[in-house]
Antibody, heavy 120, light 108 residues
Framework: EVQLVETGGGLIQPGGSLRLSCAASGFTVSNNYMNWVRQAPGKGLEWVSVIYSGGSTYYADSVKGRFTISRDNSKNTLYLQMNNLRAEDTAVYYC??????????????WGQGTLVTVSS | SYVLTQPPSVSVAPGKTARISCGGNNIGSKSVHWYQQRPGQAPVVVIYYDSDRPSGIPERFSGSNSGNTATLTISRVEAGDEADYYCQVWDSSSDHPVFGGGTKLTVL
């Protein structure tokens, strides 16, 4: 059974850093496209970042230069390092696996999410 | 980047048919995916590649896509279908996925 469990959220001051983790089971993270998608309180879904099976990484313009996606193959875990956090980064962060069949991809499994609150 | 437009809300009586639209420039040339998000829960894919249904999703859920509008249709609506629904496509100009703003389905 595929499972994704996010941890690491919490309250952080503006300008601070936080690292989110997503522990996967039932499949191999390194063989898949793995994403972070966020949802601000009362708002819609926003894609944040992806790491492809080959290791390439991509980011939304809103987080480029501040967030870094990575994975630990030995732990089958996905990470999101978030630096220089802003109030507008406040959101529930979901880890999601995506399936790629050109010319599109969709998210087939999601974690339960972890809340990040950026506030002084 | 590519913009997807959804109505903020749709209301339907139990047992009737709900149709949720997702508008975009020539969206018919793209593959559209739909997600259901119940309150306090993570999204779940209900339709992928315009009209395919994952295992475990009732046949009451169907999708279509043509021209500038994609549509998620839910037949014989039940109280448990009350949720937010999001459409999503791949934006080839920016090389990343894009979501619509979401539609809140209310079952009267």
């Amino acid at each position: 059974e595929v499972q994704l469990v996010e941890t690491g959220g919490g309250l952080i001051q503006p300008g601070g850093s936080l690292r989110l983790s997503c522990a996967a089971s039932g499949f191999t993270v390194s063989n898949n496209y793995m994403n972070w998608v966020r949802q601000a309180p009362g708002k819609g879904l926003e894609w944040v970042s992806v790491i492809y099976s080959g290791g390439s990484t991509y980011y939304a313009d809103s987080v480029k230069g501040r967030f870094t996606i990575s994975r630990d193959n030995s732990k089958n875990t996905l990470y999101l390092q978030m630096n220089n956090l802003r109030a507008e980064d406040t959101a529930v962060y979901y880890c999601a696996r995506s399936r790629w069949l050109p010319p599109s991809y969709y998210f087939d499994y999601w974690g339960q999410g972890t809340l990040v609150t950026v506030s002084s | 980047s590519y913009v997807l437009t959804q109505p903020p809300s749709v209301s339907v009586a139990p047992g009737k048919t709900a149709r949720i639209s997702c508008g975009g420039n020539n969206i018919g040339s793209k593959s559209v995916h739909w997600y259901q998000q119940r309150p306090g829960q993570a999204p779940v894919v209900v339709i992928y590649y315009d009209s395919d249904r994952p295992s475990g999703i009732p046949e009451r859920f169907s999708g279509s896509n043509s021209g500038n509008t994609a549509t998620l249709t839910i037949s014989r609506v039940e109280a448990g279908d009350e949720a937010d629904y999001y459409c999503q496509v791949w934006d080839s100009s920016s090389d990343h996925p894009v979501f619509g703003g979401g539609t809140k389905l209310t079952v009267l």
